[in-house]
T-cell receptor, first 113, second 115 residues
Framework: AQSVTQLGSHVSVSEGALVLLRCNYSSSVPPYLFWYVQYPNQGLQLLLKYTTGATLVKGINGFEAEFKKSETSFHLTKPSAHMSDAAEYFCAVSDKGFQKLVFGTGTRLLVSP | DTGVSQNPRHKITKRGQNVTFRCDPISEHNRLYWYRQTLGQGPEFLTYFQNEAQLEKSRLLSDRFSAERPKGSFSTLEIQRTEQGDSAMYLC?????????????FGEGSWLTVV
């Protein structure tokens, strides 16, 4: 069975500071990995995904994530936080079959001026 | 807008009533998913269609829940005899294989409040 652990239910940063949201996964097969963002009362928007190939993945809004197989991690980073980045972020894992996504419990990013 | 469309966006119902949610996937997406999300949690998989065939159902999907996707187009999720524990956001998603595997796109969700 696949699972995702997101360390830290809340992360607070100042505007302009580095954003680091942690995600560790468990999978018995090579995983597909995803980061989604959710704004209040809205659905989920895909930020980026890793399937195969380059382990450093760039996404929208300046976010990127690195797949590290040895650490079973897929942490999300952004060099400089913006107020508009405040939202809930979900890491998810799936297999290469029909792609049922298994989500973590989410990390709420708070950005202060 | 050609994204995943869900309606109604919000539904308040009395316990014991039936409710139905509709999802219109992105055109030509042959895969459609339903997820449920409760406050403070990540979405949980409920069921999955490939075209009109329902290929997997989660154990979360009790016999009060039924989902259909006639003709492989839109889908409906019906909850019969609603209970307060059914209060959640119901998310629909769709996908089609692209060059790097499936990308799953989510709708805005349908909020259900059972009172």
């Amino acid at each position: 069975a696949q699972s995702v652990t997101q360390l830290g239910s809340h992360v607070s940063v100042s505007e302009g500071a580095l954003v680091l949201l942690r995600c560790n996964y468990s999978s018995s097969v090579p995983p597909y990995l995803f980061w989604y963002v959710q704004y209040p009362n809205q659905g989920l928007q895909l930020l980026l995904k890793y399937t195969t190939g380059a382990t450093l993945v760039k996404g929208i809004n300046g976010f990127e994530a690195e797949f590290k197989k040895s650490e079973t991690s897929f942490h999300l980073t952004k060099p400089s936080a913006h107020m508009s980045d405040a939202a809930e972020y979900f890491c998810a894992v799936s297999d290469k079959g029909f792609q049922k996504l298994v989500f973590g419990t989410g990390t709420r990013l708070l950005v202060s001026p | 807008d050609t994204g995943v469309s869900q309606n109604p966006r919000h539904k308040i119902t009395k316990r014991g009533q039936n409710v139905t949610f509709r999802c219109d996937p992105i055109s030509e997406h042959n895969r459609l998913y339903w997820y449920r999300q409760t406050l403070g949690q990540g979405p949980e998989f409920l069921t999955y269609f490939q075209n009109e065939a329902q290929l997997e159902k989660s154990r979360l999907l009790s016999d009060r829940f039924s989902a259909e996707r006639p003709k492989g187009s839109f889908s409906t999720l019906e909850i019969q005899r609603t209970e307060q524990g059914d209060s959640a956001m119901y998310l629909c998603a769709s996908s089609a294989r692209d060059f790097s595997g499936n990308t799953i796109y989510f709708g805005e969700g349908s909020w259900l409040t059972v009172v």
